[in-house]
């Protein structure tokens, strides 16, 4: 069976990374982890994830202030900002594939954001 696709996570909780893994892993998806802004940012470029779940606060910036930049680079990617701290989200551009998901995840919101991605 073909993959889906592939999901870059770009968050600094390591539980929260392997939850997010291990869903996706089951839905036949190639997961990648990175645990700074911008070791995720350089992965994007040769890896063209389908999905990109993005922290706000992580150990070497603020993720949602890329996030408007990568929607234009990366049009056809669909960016979760994930947060537990409500920030200011940003401008984003009018054709962005984009939602913002409060932390704590469950299993049922990623299938909410599983369902929009794949009617996107």
């Known amino acids: ?3 889906q696709g592939k999901v870059l ?4 909780e390591i539980d929260l990374c392997l939850l997010l893994k291990s869903y996706f892993l089951r839905k036949n998806y190639e997961v990648y982890l990175s645990h700074t802004l911008e070791e995720g940012v350089s992965f994007l470029k040769n890896l063209q994830p389908n ?3 993005l ?3 992580l150990p070497d910036g603020i993720g949602w202030s890329v996030a408007p930049k ?3 680079e990366y049009p056809d990617m669909y960016i979760n900002m994930i ?3 409500h920030p200011q989200q940003p401008e984003m551009p009018a054709k962005a594939k984009y939602s913002v ?3 704590p995840i469950s ?6 954001q599983l369902a929009q991605v794949q009617s996107a």
Do not use: Q, T, W
């Open 55 to 57: 922290d706000n606060n």
């Open 101 to 103: 998901i409060e932390k």
């Open 51 to 53: 999905i990109v779940f």
């Open 107 to 112: 299993f049922s919101d990623l299938d909410r």
């Open 70 to 72: 990568l929607a234009k």
């Open 9 to 12: 996570i770009i968050d600094d």
């Open 83 to 85: 947060s537990a701290f």
């Open 1 to 3: 069976m073909p993959g």
